[in-house]
């Protein structure tokens, strides 16, 4: 049996993954802030998935977790993970003691990548878009997590799309991320609310023309990064999570009138079928922390990593 | 020994490569028009390369041809060579019977690619970026160029950086093409001229308006596609190849510009050190024909695309 846990900024998802592949038992915590708690919280997760969820904890092998930072590779040091308090911590370091069983650390997209690839029958080339606070992908050719040269492999976010759009955290104008992640679009608006992407929504089909533009905004972001990721790394399929995608078919329907956009415009873009290429993660999916158990339970991992990457 | 060919749209380039992977011979001819003066075209070099350049033709074990066409995956089908007049044709079966070695077919930038990673020393990870009549790139990981799904990987040219730029031939605007693309550039100068793009260049060093707004064009599409296969596919090194190029230093120079804006408004773009990470295929370089003959020469060619993309 093997563990994965997503570390999110908030919430820690935990499952528990049988040989046949199938989720056995699954919990979920609030994540501590900084090192030490975020270490205790995987700790506890584990522990509940033993006690709440009737994992036999004896029989589990390894433990994979992602975690919303970077990762020094070829380690397990996870490096400016700013929402969980964490700037540079040896988090397999710091289990492997209590737990006895080998622990794997990767970005919490790329997981996020392998287990949407998994969940979608684990064959081909698929790339996970993540629309949250940030916008990032994850690229999976054949089971491998493209990682590329110096780690930054899918970082469609900082793509700028329009020299006229707005300004990017980064410092940019117009990237991927200021048009459709929803910290900038938060920003923008500047209302409070509990989900602020859905307020956006809800007030441009009441015509707030700040709000339309704003949601016109995700649209165009994040389909110049489903094109991106298609006419790149070529993939197959575009699954698309994050907080942004809570608004499910409304985010959905306006991404693919964007793409209908393009295909209209170019007979080329047409034939790609982009459309039909894209796709949701299902509501409270487990992928992250699946895929994270696949990382951990992975006995070539770097080995894999180097067939494709040196 | 190995012969490899770059089949352009004027001239076709043949080396020939001995065990040691060295060029022991080089021929150019022009290129015939239609499938039946292509397939003479490629016949008519490697004689060539013996008569003309001393090379042993009995020593000859594969041949490996570039073609600026689409090909169907798995065979050695060329499709919509719309440059060479070739609609639908399958070349090895053409070439076999009468070179009675293998002939494998690739698509032309994707043979440039890999030429221009063996040649700066086959490791890591190495786009390939062809700025001709219009831009593609090829992306080569660890001695694999990648396909991706669909045949598309590397297509970059027709991704759109700005929403209000030049209309594109594929239909959309402000795609990279449209804004770097030779043939785009020509057009929208409008003025006759055997190499336009250098036209424009020292128009644009006159002080012409036009010159000046087109030159700075191709600056945008090129450090655009630049950041677009850093922030995808993650490449060590974007080798910029095509005949764009021709304009050398004075093009590099304001791509460098393009790239210092960026880092100079984003910390992260900086640290990305994409102006290091940049340089152009030297004028002549026989990148193409040597990596078409590395393909032709691949006993587990298909087995290798099959090991990255399924």
Request: hydrophobic share 45%; proline share 5%; aromatic share 2%.
């Amino acid at each position: 049996m093997k563990v994965g846990l997503d570390v999110g900024g908030t919430k820690t998802d935990a499952v528990a993954v049988d040989e046949a592949g199938e989720i056995v038992g699954r919990v979920r915590l609030p994540t501590g802030w900084g090192p030490d708690a975020v270490a205790q919280t995987v700790l506890d997760a584990i522990a509940a998935l033993g006690s709440d969820a009737g994992v036999d904890l004896a029989a589990m092998r390894s433990v994979g977790i992602g975690i919303p930072g970077q990762i020094v590779p070829g380690t397990a040091r996870v490096t400016h993970a700013v929402n969980l308090g964490v700037e540079d911590f040896d988090l397999a370091a710091a289990l492997t003691p209590a737990l006895g069983v080998p622990v794997q650390v990767e970005n919490d997209v790329k997981a996020a990548a392998l287990g949407a690839y998994a969940l979608h029958g684990g064959t081909g080339t698929v790339g996970y878009l993540n629309l949250g606070t940030g916008v990032a992908a994850g690229i999976v050719a054949d089971g491998v997590v493209q990682r590329g040269a110096r780690g930054t492999a899918g970082e469609v976010g900082h793509i700028s799309v329009d020299p006229h759009g707005p300004v990017c955290r980064c410092g940019q104008r117009g990237c991927i991320e200021a048009l459709a992640g929803g910290g900038s679009v938060a920003e923008r608006w500047g209302r409070l609310g509990a989900l602020p992407v859905r307020d956006v929504f809800d007030a441009a089909d009441a015509g707030d023309p700040l709000a339309r533009d704003l949601r016109a905004g995700i649209a165009v972001g994040a389909a110049a990064a489903v094109r991106i990721l298609v006419l790149t790394a070529d993939v197959d399929l575009v699954v698309l999570g994050g907080g942004v995608t809570a608004l499910g078919d409304r985010l959905l329907g306006d991404i693919a009138a964007e793409l209908d956009a393009s295909a209209e415009a170019s007979p080329f873009m047409r034939s790609l079928r982009l459309r039909e290429r894209v796709e949701l993660l299902p509501t409270g999916s487990p992928a992250a922390a699946f895929g994270a158990a696949l990382i951990g339970a992975a006995p070539t991992y770097e080995t894999r990593e180097t067939v494709t990457h040196g």
